[in-house]
Nanobody, 124 residues
Framework: QVLLAESGGGLVQAGGSLRLSCVASGRAFSRYAMGWFRQAPGKEREFVAAIFWSGGSTYYADSVKGRFTISGDNAKNTVYLQMNSLKPEDTAVYYC?????????????????WGQGTQVTVSS
């Protein structure tokens, strides 16, 4: 079983920054790619960013492009999400997820493993 644990959420004022971390543990797995998703109250879970370990390609939702940066540290089995210029509409529970094959990097259904989530609240 793969375990993912997020940390780094909290309360921040608009315009501020936060860095989320996600540590993977458990059985060995290919970790083809890892992603960050978020879910606001009453809304569906949505894609935020993804990183593919082979080659290091990264992808972002249009709503966060230029403000968020995803990165990873293979040696530490950790993926990060640096969030700058935060807006109230970024308020959500943020989840990291792992997938073992290629496909649509933004599709929730294609990620097999999920963390428990960390709350990010941006005040205006």
């Amino acid at each position: 079983q793969v375990l993912l644990a997020e940390s780094g959420g909290g309360l921040v004022q608009a315009g501020g920054s936060l860095r989320l971390s996600c540590v993977a543990s458990g059985r060995a797995f290919s970790r083809y790619a890892m992603g960050w998703f978020r879910q606001a109250p009453g809304k569906e879970r949505e894609f935020v960013a993804a990183i593919f370990w082979s080659g290091g390609s990264t992808y972002y939702a249009d709503s966060v492009k230029g403000r968020f940066t995803i990165s990873g540290d293979n040696a530490k089995n950790t993926v990060y999400l640096q969030m700058n210029s935060l807006k109230p509409e970024d308020t959500a529970v943020y989840y990291c997820a792992s997938r073992d094959y290629s496909g649509n990097y933004a599709a929730v259904s294609q990620y097999a493993y999920w963390g428990q989530g960390t709350q990010v609240t941006v005040s205006s």
